[in-house]
């Protein structure tokens, strides 16, 4: 079904709600507008496109040549291109699960930190309370040996150089260490920003080891190899990227669709779930929506939510959607973010 629309003031119409939409969702300040806490739950929508990408996933989760080996993988994209709607997928797939336990899904940006907490220490303990370690008294008790050690250092005249943070995140990697030991575990930390500080390898490297002979320096101590632990970033960064993992080809950039057809069920799905019928899908139209949408997914659905408002009372006569494309080609920036 072909939708009609009123075309006396459509221009307007459509203006003047698209720019309320935008100014609804500035109320976020500009540290955090485009930073959104995630779960593992499915995506509430259809995804499409990303059969190459699961495929290339499974790989990398189950390559059974590779089961005992250590691995991480960054995916790396621009907001919106669909990173961790992909992981939600992965990480919900029954083959993974039967492979992998414990699994635990780390949202970067969380309500959990509280303010001025180191975010190392506030991302390891959220992984141990994902793996049921979740009595305060016993971080409260870890919190407390640490700022204690370092005060009796002092009054004995004697300084190691470690803060009490320091020992604070030595102990919590000593603790998450023993819960992961001989697991196959998966773990994903979702929207990972240079901000966080979550920025070491999490492979074993001789020369560090060399170098530093004392454990629980470096966030690798915490995870255990040998059992064939898996971890999977996603982050917009492609710098912080290459600082995650040891090789180029443990990145895994993830593009915009190039599959119009693929966009174009996007937004038709989007129009579904709201009980519209969409506009006509000839060629002129999706490959309008391709242009406006420049192959983001989130860009997609964003559109298929601006449908515009005629009245009743008006005459309506048949026009081309695509004039709603022409006339707007709405950015990402400004927008409050949904879970890509």
Not at 227 to 247: F, N, Q
Request: charged share 30%; with cysteine.
């Amino acid at each position: 079904m072909v939708l009609e629309y009123s075309s006396h003031g459509f221009t307007q119409r459509f203006a003047a709600r698209y720019t309320d939409w935008v100014m609804s969702r500035n109320t976020m300040t500009q540290e955090e507008e485009h930073r959104v806490e995630t779960d593992s739950a499915l995506p509430d929508h259809q995804i499409y496109g990303f059969i190459n990408e699961i495929k290339s996933l499974e790989n990398f989760l189950l390559d059974q040549k590779l089961y005992k080996e250590f691995k991480s993988l960054v995916i790396v994209g621009e907001y919106g291109v669909g990173k961790t709607a992909l992981c939600k997928m992965i990480f919900n797939d029954d083959a993974v699960k039967s492979v992998y336990a414990p699994m635990i899904w780390v949202s970067m940006p969380s309500k959990e930190t509280k303010d001025g907490e180191d975010t190392k220490i506030s991302v390891v303990k959220r992984i141990l309370k994902g793996l049921g370690v979740e009595d305060p008294m016993f971080f409260e008790s870890i919190h407390e040996e640490a700022i204690h050690e370092v005060i009796n250092n002092l009054e004995a005249g004697e300084n190691d150089g470690e803060t009490a943070k320091d020992k604070e995140l030595s102990a919590l990697l000593y603790a998450l260490h023993l819960n992961l030991r001989w697991t196959k575990y998966l773990i994903v930390f979702d929207d990972v920003r240079d901000e966080d500080n979550w920025n070491e390898i999490l492979q074993d490297d001789e020369e560090k080891l060399e170098k530093e002979k004392k454990w629980g320096k470096y966030l690798s101590d915490g995870f255990p190899k040998g059992s064939g632990g898996r971890v999977i970033y996603t982050t917009r960064e492609e710098i912080l990227a290459t600082k995650l993992v040891v090789d180029e080809h443990e990145i895994h950039r993830l593009w915009p669709l190039s599959d119009s057809h693929s966009v174009w069920k996007i937004y038709e799905a989007m129009f579904h779930r709201n009980g519209k019928d969409p506009p006509r899908n000839d060629k002129k139209c999706i490959d309008e929506l391709m242009n406006n949408s420049r192959g983001l997914p989130l860009a997609a659905r964003l559109l298929a939510d601006l449908d515009p408002v005629y009245l009743d009372d008006e005459p309506v006569a048949q026009i081309d959607y695509t004039n709603v494309l022409n006339d707007y080609n709405p950015t990402l920036e400004g927008k409050k973010p949904t879970q890509p």
